[in-house]
């Protein structure tokens, strides 16, 4: 019987696990598998991405070259842009980009095109999973009947699942094997084997079938992105009212129920709540129904660089300065503290906001030394030095992404004028003179 094949290899560890698309998602994949002892065949259609990896080199911060190059060393990893390759993996999984379109719909061309690639090759015995966030019922939608053109029957021929991917880069509380995996598949057949293979990583939550799988990703996400709407509202209101949010969220934590703390910001960023609360909203449109609280939280979250940039003005003006022709410094452009991922990076919003207004911008970024030709900008710049001597120069430094290397009381005491968006000058000396919380 296929399935009880492809189960004892997967449980004997005989079974070549495929990867389609190595970043964010993708590599860290790898990297457990690898660990776990499973070879694994890695698919991208970037080649230097792929030039790199043969090298041993990583292009993610998290992932040492140390760490590549032993696996391929070992023959436990291999990358290729090779898509007819696609048939050799006993089990593929896709961890591909889903964005939104500029309507913010669902944007899964990267998700059929993979399964089309796949389905040209599609043999007995093979495992495809999901694993980019989509919309509930995306899986069964649009890639079960691609597959089902090859004349194989999923669950009996072929296995077809979802899992959603929960990579958190940069939190350093949590491993891979500590959080576990949620799947579910196309019938108990997929689920089962799919359980098999996730076994050998982590820890397996089974649910009901892949419709209820992606809802709980999108479920995931929504609920942080209504939280931190909520908190980005009452900072504005906070403000107005002369409070310190901040000092309020620390005290609202120390209730030991009922309370989870959540942190304004300058506008959410990555690669999952600013886009998949959407999914949901165009799919729920589907069945005559208003999400109102997700759109609602969209569009608080989304004004936030537009509130920075107020701060900004208002405390320029009472340094009889204005925004038009001030030289402003945005301090770490990664969308979260101590990585090197600009993904939806509010960043972006901020910087360009900023030139509208006629301002000198400049970043600084030790994890980013240059950003340029991303899917949501035209901008294209460099990281510069700083010291003491170039702080003073500026007429305000933003502080955007609060990573854990910036030294916060000296940028205070040399900075002229201090807009902090993360709370990081909290408790520093002469901050209530020199910073606008924003």
Request: hydrophobic content about 40%.
């Amino acid at each position: 019987m296929v399935m009880d094949e492809l189960k004892k290899r997967i449980e004997d560890k005989e079974v070549l696990v495929g990867i389609v698309g190595l970043g964010f998602v993708g590599l860290p994949h790898m990297v457990e598998f690898c660990g776990a002892g499973l070879k694994v065949l890695g698919f991208d259609i970037d080649k230097k991405k792929v030039d790199a990896l043969g090298k041993g080199e990583s292009y993610i911060n998290e992932i040492g070259n140390d760490v590549i190059t032993r696996f391929v060393r070992e023959g436990l990893f291999e990358a290729t842009t090779d898509m007819d390759r696609l048939g050799e993996p006993d089990a593929i999984l896709i961890c591909v980009p889903t964005p939104l379109t500029p309507q913010r719909e669902p944007d899964t061309r990267f998700i059929v095109n993979t399964t089309e690639e796949i389905a040209k090759r599609l043999r007995r015995g093979q495992l495809v999973v999901l694993e980019s966030t989509t919309y509930p019922g995306c899986t069964e939608e649009e890639i079960l009947p691609i597959l089902e053109k090859t004349g194989l029957e999923v669950g009996k021929d072929y296995f077809l699942a979802f899992s959603p991917e929960r990579i958190d880069p940069g939190n350093k509380d949590f491993t891979y094997r500590q959080i576990p995996k949620v799947v579910g598949g196309v019938t108990e057949r997929c689920t089962e084997v799919a359980k098999a293979l996730y076994d050998h990583i982590t820890q397996v939550v089974v649910v009901s079938d892949t419709k209820t799988a992606e809802m709980v990703k999108l479920l995931e996400n929504i609920f942080r992105s209504v939280n931190i709407a909520l908190v980005n509202e009452l900072k504005v209101i906070c403000a107005r009212m002369g409070i310190d949010i901040w000092e309020v969220i620390e005290a609202a934590k120390t209730k030991p129920y009922g309370f989870m703390a959540f942190y304004p910001g300058p506008g959410l960023g990555g690669h999952c709540i600013p886009i998949d609360p959407f999914y949901l909203t165009w799919k729920a449109r589907q069945y005559d129904v208003a999400t109102r609280f997700i759109e609602l939280a969209g569009e608080i979250n989304t004004k936030m660089p537009d509130y920075v940039i107020e701060r900004t003005v208002e405390g320029l003006n009472k340094h009889g300065k204005c925004l038009k022709g001030a030289k402003v410094l945005v301090l770490g452009i990664a969308y979260k503290p101590d990585i090197d991922d600009m993904r939806e990076s509010p960043a972006i919003s901020v910087i360009e906001l900023l030139n509208e207004w006629g301002a000198k911008v400049e970043y600084h970024d030790p994890y980013l030394p240059s950003f340029r030709g991303l899917r949501s900008t035209d901008l294209e710049m460099e990281s510069v030095d700083i010291s003491p001597k170039a702080l003073r120069e500026y007429d305000v430094v933003i502080i955007v992404t609060n990573h854990s290397c910036f030294d916060y009381e000296m940028i205070v005491k040399e900075a002229k004028l201090v807009v902090d968006t993360r709370g990081a000058t909290l408790g520093i000396e002469d901050a209530e003179n020199r910073v606008i919380r924003a």
